[in-house]
């Protein structure tokens, strides 16, 4: 079964975005392609054309996280209905990374214990990511 990968959809600051990413989650940005660099180059609006088409940030063990910024012909709605969650296996890696993604942004649930997790917390980045983080999962038993 193929690993869904999250897209986001900036308004403009995609580039900015995905490089705080990069260095907030220990990635590597794989690609940062403007619009005026695709494929699709002659058909953008002139003041579209350093928006960033596709990106791609490759995530420690193995996973990805994409984004663009929204194309000229769309009004950028933000994100809403979903976060994205990191688990990590430390609290202390919870905490530095909750801590980086909250810096300019807006905390809504402040890291505390949960029966999840030893730490978990929720916020909106500055770029209007919503995220989760949990440090230190613990087993969950639920009767069916």
Not at 47 to 52: G, T
């Amino acid at each position: 079964m193929p690993t869904p990968i999250p897209y986001l959809s900036f308004d403009g600051n995609c580039a900015e975005a995905m490089r705080f990413y990069e260095r907030t989650l220990s990635g590597k940005l794989e690609l940062l392609m403007r619009n005026a660099d695709s494929p699709f180059a002659a058909q953008v609006p002139p003041e579209h054309a350093d928006r960033i088409i596709h990106a791609r940030l490759a995530l420690p063990g193995g996973g990805y996280l994409y984004a663009g910024d929204c194309p000229p012909q769309m009004k950028h709605a933000g994100i809403h209905g979903v976060a994205l969650t990191l688990n990590f296996d430390t609290v202390a890696q919870a905490t530095a990374v909750f801590e980086s993604l909250a810096d300019g942004g807006t905390v809504t649930m402040a890291q505390q214990p949960m029966f999840w997790a030893k730490t978990w917390g929720m916020l909106t980045d500055r770029f209007g990511t919503p995220w989760i983080v949990n440090g230190e999962l613990q087993a969950v038993y639920a009767s069916a």
